[in-house]
Structure formats: C-alpha cells, structure tokens
C-alpha cells in the first residue's frame, strides 16, 4: 500500500488512558477574556447575557455527552465538568475526553452568540482551553466544586466593590485607586463599603452572580400528563440550570447530585 | 481565606510536561462529520468549500500560535500542526496546547461558516477532537505528512472513483454496487475505471482534492516597494497555502519548510 | 561552573508523581526463576525455604517502609506491597517508589540467601521487576489480594497435583503426561486424584502453600509486664507473617487489615 | 473460574511504553549511602575497592541487557546505563527497565560485595532507586554524559581537597574548619592547596577517581589466532572499563561510543 512504509509514525502515539473507577473534572478556561470582554464591551463587574451564553454552551456539552458528564459548574469564564466514576467515554482516552469538551463548548459559544447577542457582532474567534483532573472520591468531587464556588464568591464580592467604587463613587475612583481603597480589606469589609456607600446589599444581587451556575442531570418531574402515559421511559431526566449553595451537604443529598451518579 | 480549606484539591492537578527537544504534532478530527456533510448538503467526494472554511480555520490556528506552529497540512475532517522542537508555548504543558489548538479551530471554523456559505446557516454547533504525538527527529516529521499525504492520495482516489459510480453510470450505480465494483482494486484500476468510464483523467483534478493543504510560514516575497524600504523588519514572514507534494525531499529544501524551524 | 553547560539535560527529567489520595500496589516477579529454581533445586511443587526466604525479604521492605507498607503478600515469586492513600514517601515520585522496593526486595533476597540455604551456594546474583498500580478504593484494594490468592490456590492446587503425577505415580508419569491428564480437569477433579491416587488430603497441606503469605503490620499483643508500664509508647506495632484467608470479609476487619491504615 | 470475579483489578495496571525512537537512560543511585561508607569503614575520599565493586555491578547488568544497553558510566554511589535508541525490552515499558536494571544491579552489588571484601562482612541489604530519562538525539546523550563526568570532576576535587584537610593537616583540621576553608574557592584555588600544602599533584591521581568509570561494549581486539580463524563470529564484543575523557568528541569518535549503536 502505498502509505505502508510511512505508516511506523503511528507507534509514536502513545496511549493515555485515565485511570478506572475515578471522576474526572474537566475545567474550561476562556483564553485572553479580559481583553475579550472589554472587546464586546461585557457590562461590569457581571455581564448576565454573557453568563447565560457561557450555561448555554455548558447545557450543549452536557447534552451531547450525556449519561457521561453529570453535573457542570461554571463562574465567569471558566466550567467545569464532572464526569462519572464508570464513565466508558472514548474508553477514557484522556486526549479525546478533554478536546471534544472544549470543541463542544467553544462551538456551541461562537454557534449561540447572535442569539445572545443579536445586536453585538462576535469581533473574532474566541478561544478556551481546557484540562482533566482525576478525584477518586465523592468527598473530593464535593470539596472540587466547594472550591470553585468559593472562589466565586470570593471573586464576585472583591468585583462587585471594585466595580462600584470604580462606577458609581462621586467622584468616580480610578481603578487603581480602587484597587488601593480594596487592599487588605477582608470581606465584611467590602460588604460594608457597598451597603453604606452604594446601598448595595450583597446578598440581595442576582444569584448566578453570587453562586455561580450549576447544570445537573436531574429526573423529570413528572406533568399529570405523563404520569397517566404508560409508555413513558422509566427515569426520564433533564438538564436544570440552577444557582444553588453547593458547599455543603444539603445539595449533594438531593437526586440532582451528578456524584451519586457514579 | 474562605476557600483555603477546599484548595487541597489542586493537589490532584498533576504536572504534564511534554518532553523537551521533540516536534509535537497536534492531529485534530471532525466528530461526525460524515453524517455533517449529508446534512449540510457537501459536495461529492470533495466540496471544495468547506475544504477551503477548514484552511482557513488552519491559518487562523497558525497565525495565533505564529513562531510555534511552523505547518500544517490537512485533508478532508482533519488537520495536524507542527509545533517546533524549542516550542515554549504554555510551558510545554500538554492538555493546555492540544485543547487550545482545537479550540481555536473550531472556534473558526464556526465563525468564518457564514463567510464560505453565505446561503447554508449551520444546523448545530460542529466539533473536533485531537491528540498530540511527539516526534524525535525531522525524519520522522517528514514521515509523519507523507503519511498523512499518501492516505489523502488513497482516499481520494477511491472516493473520487466511487462517487463517479455512483453518481455518473448511466444507469446509476447503488453506493452497495459501486462498493462492490472496487473492491480489490489496485490505483491503476481506479485511474483506468476514472478514465475509460468517465473520461476522467485524475492527475487533472484540483491539486487540493490529490495533495491536501499544507500551510507553511514562508518569508515574504519582497514586493519592488519593500525592497526599497529601510525600515522593513528581518525577516518578514507570512503564510502561504499550498497544494502540493510534500512526499519526498523536495519540498523540504524549501525554505518554507516548517521542520527546519526548529 | 564546569558542569553548568551540560545541565540542562536535567530538563528531561519529567514529574512523575501518583495521583494523591489513592492506594498504590507494588507488585514484584522474579526474573527467570523457573530456570532458576532448578539451577537451584528447589523442591516441587513448593520449596518452603525458599518461601521463606521470599518472606523474610518482603519482611526487609515492610520494616524499612514501615507506616507506609501496611500489607504484603506473597506467593512462589511474586509479591505486592500496599503502601497507605496518604502515603508520601518521596513525594509519591512513581519511579522512586517502585525501584526502591524492587531494590530492597532484592537485596535482602540475596542478603539473606546464605541464612536459609547454608549448604547451598547462590550460583549467581537473581533479579526482580516491578510495577506499581493505583487503587482508588478500599474494594479494589481488597479485591487485588483476593485476585493474587485465588491465583494462589488455583496454581498451588494444579502443581501439587501436576508434581504428585510426576513424582509419586508408578510408574513415573512424564510432564507431558502429567499436563495430558490435567487438562481440562476442574478444582473438584484434582483434588479427587490427589485423594486417590496419593492419599493426599490438599486441605491438609500447608497454610503457606495453600493460601501464600501475608506480612502485616498489626498493634503488638501486650505482655503483661507491658500492660503495666506507662511509658510504652501509644501503638506499638509489629511486623506479623500470616498465611491466612484474604478472600472475604473476616480479615479485613481484624486490626492488622491494612487497607483501613489509610 | 475461581479468581475471575476478582480480574477486573488488572483493569487498574495502565500501559506505560516508553516513547519509540529515543535514548532511554537509566541512573541508579545508592539509598543512604553516606552512613552506609562509614558503617563499613569505605576510605576516603575514595574507596577504590567499593568503586570496583560499583563497577562489577554495572558489568553485570551491561551483560546481562547486552545488545540493549550500550554504555554505562558510573561515580561514587551512581551509575547511569544508556540504552539504544531501537531497544525494544520489554516493549520499552517504562516501569519494567527501570526497575531491572535497578535489580540486576543491586543484585550483583551484594552478590559480588564478599569478593571484593573478603574480610569486611556487609552489615545489612543495602539498597539503591533508580528513575529513566529520555533523550532524543545523540548530542543530548553525549551532555547528559559529560554532565555526569563534569560532576564526577567538582565533587572529587572537593572531595580529595576537603579529606586533606581533614586527614592530612597538621594539627589536624575539624571537618567544620575544612569545610570554611574550602567555602568560595575556585578549581585552581584548591588544585594549589593539594599541591602547595600536602605535595599532591591532583591530574596525577588514579583517573577512576578523577574521570569516573566508563563501560562500553566495543569489538574484540582480535588477537592473531582468531584473526586467523574462519570460524569466529562476524562482531565479536567485549565489555571495557575505561576511565577516560568522555567530555568533547574524541571518546565519542572511537568505535566503542554506544551512543552510535543505535
């Protein structure tokens, strides 16, 4: 065959198979996304039709690779996605795993931007990259996604204060004076600052902001309807877009819980 | 710190370095694109523009990572990049370079869709897979695309072949019958089918459809007005698309042959 | 410095670490001991000398890794290590960990040659390999032993009957005989020979032989002079050589089960 | 059969092929070594005895992987193996070289430790670990190589200046005083403390001391019998010890350079 003699490049692709009987999380981060959302002028400190485009792309990968991936969480510019424990995907191929999540998301981004933003032509191609991590327990998936919800919080309160002492101060503050007057503060502190300077109050803001977005696979809950068919599937289940305290036991014991998928 | 007691978890993060001193390959696939050219209607065996959205989306890769990824070459739902052996792109780290490849590449492929079919909206977000292989020396490099040449060569043949049986026997053939008909054959008989049949003379065919694409940086061609100019840089270099054999030494004698950047 | 131009070849020393918060088996095989137990004329089926020998080297790396190696078993030339979930034994370096047990294995093997077999001389020096496996849970690590004694029993209860042929027929059976009338034979039917023919009852043959070894290390049993001193320290522990069952549940709920050490 | 309900536990061993087309090498190094020379009373700075044991053992495990390691160099409590580029042990699994190579070694080291120290028992199984670098390309074999011997260079010097000092001086020196002595001294500096203050002319030193050890396996010297003999076989090989320049190219033009057997 004619390409037989070249055909030995093959051995030097390597296999790379995830280990069995653990979760993988695989996270997704926006490349160069401050630039690019000052490019397409995203509102300060949350732009929320950015955010519902970034769940969007999530549901799309959760969609497509359902049955596998089973809870995703996502703030800002980054998501992550929790496979399951016996998930055969690719046979667990670690390469093909953590490309085909980011393809499916960036696409599933560029593919839905006009419909979030039907005024605002996309400027270029947006980029993310993404990596896998392996967790072999429920504890550790739990503590993953505490972290990264933590992190939220933390990143949204320090915006938020930085953000209204940039835009609504009188006069307003530079950003650099902004980042001084944060310096240190610990976060009762910036709570303070945004209800008596701004009448802000903290827990009052959009939840997705404050929490993050969590998609899960859950079970349909039934319409009267279909509770009478006698055809329907046995466990019918749908993706949920929910803004929910992950940290902490009382989410993880309710059936959405992609851990318990396992 | 509201996270720290979480932030064990960055433990399991575990390092990914690709070897020091050796070409990287990233190969991307499209995931089922056979059934994405039925439903957007690709032209048999080649449609010559979608062909040319994947070149496109290859030099937006290649102008991104310009000074890393020194060619490409692609032919039907894939496309691999060479990266050069000093390559320090993300400290070398590999699920960072392989995913952000393929996100850029998907990422314009779907931007840059509406620009190659103005009058085909696409149906859904596509998507594409990679890996990275690692090659030690340039001839195994030049091996690595003669393979990948000489399996466009084999694939097209048979493609180009079939699709006429198909598509121009009068009566037509069914795609089980022109399977059939091929079976066994060596390229001389397809060329002989091609040409007797159909008065098909392969070698005529678009040079894209029989050699692939291949993007290379090549220095500029000095235009009379560059010449003349004393503030032009070193060593301007721009991407060229060519369609040509890169089986055997000649085209890597070129200069702008990507493996001797290393 | 006079070296500094060349250490850059350090850079080729990649990261190897194991995956935190999971078991880790090292298992180790003799290199050509068939031919070297002839060489060495151990007994068949079994050499309990030699056994022992194997015992008291796997004994050398527990107590030398002592509070990371909390089980080992072993049976004819083989043995596996388990090492605690939080062990940290040189940063859980893969290549570290599992060439140092090989090292000390067969170092004390040949150490302590001259012990057993005072009338035997070693002909030359014997070798080992190794690798290490990841066990995520406390089932796969219980299901791992109870894989290497099932293959205990299962090789133990062919070569007593296979050896029992050979040696004890009259007349004399031939290995090739002996493996014709073994063929196919299930567990019931061989135990059946070695009842008929040879009176042999294999539940009576020896525990080492049967069930292969097992080194834990388990809270010591207190004398009473020890009972009453208040300076002992809180847990002693000591090394215990058992030849026990591992399959089930039993022992692993006793205090020397290893696997709870985590 | 009895054990397959536990086999899935294999599942867990992952493949581990070392990349095709590379120099593997292996470096072994001595665990605990400095208590070990002075448990047993090793001269110093150099015990000749115990480097020529260090040597034995790397013969043993050059003859014993004869064909796949093709060059070992070796200092103080160190030894590195070299093996060819197309070495297929093992199917070049990473875990099975490594940890052979380390047991073969190890082996012989206590094996062989009675003929090299007749009088002098070996007090307990010493032990050494092991890890396998990779290298593409020769020049980067012929670095890591002069990198050793560039070490073997700085720490011998310091060595042979530091225990004159300590051993030689008069009064003599504590180990603490010689060690300020020495502190920012250059190459020259202590070449004129061996000379000036004990007469020692450091270029004149054993060379096994100053250039470490270099096996090779390189053609017999075919003496005029078997020149004249019709018979013998078409490269005969024999294993040297050589303790010579390797750093710069001359070493490497003569035919025993291993690094062109690949």
């Known amino acids: 065959m004619a390409g037989s003699r070249f055909a030995y490049v093959r051995s030097f692709e390597l296999p790379d198979p995830v280990l069995p009987g653990v979760f993988m999380v695989v996270r997704i981060d926006g490349k160069g996304f401050h630039g690019f959302s000052q490019a397409h002028e995203f509102e300060k400190p949350n732009d929320a039709v950015a955010l519902e485009l970034m769940n969007h792309a999530a549901r799309h990968v959760c969609q497509e690779l359902r049955g596998d991936v089973t809870l995703a969480f996502g703030e800002s510019d980054e998501y992550s ?60 998936v739990k503590d993953y996604f505490a972290w990264r919800q933590a992190d939220t919080h933390i990143n949204n309160l320090y915006n938020t204060t930085f953000w209204s002492l940039v835009l609504l101060s009188n006069p307003p503050l530079s950003e650099r004076q902004a980042h001084e007057t944060l310096k240190g503060t610990v976060s009762s502190q910036k709570n303070e600052i945004l209800f008596s300077k701004f009448a802000i109050n903290y827990e009052r803001l959009p939840a997705m902001f404050r929490k993050g977005t969590t998609v899960v696979l859950a079970p349909t809950r039934p319409s009267s309807k279909v509770r009478k068919s006698k055809r329907r599937k046995a466990h019918p289940r749908e993706l949920r877009t929910l803004h929910v305290d992950i940290i902490g036991s009382a989410f993880w014991e309710e059936p959405e819980a992609g851990a318990k998928a396992a």
């Open 81 to 140: 996605f929790l496979l399951k424990k016996s998930c055969k995907l690719y046979n667990r191929r670690e390469s093909k795993i953590v490309t085909h999540i980011v393809s499916l998301f960036t696409s599933a981004y560029v593919f839905y931007w006009p419909q979030y933003f039907p005024k605002k032509a996309l400027q270029g191609p947006p980029s993310f990259d993404g990596r896998l991590v392996v967790y072999p327990g429920v504890q550790e």
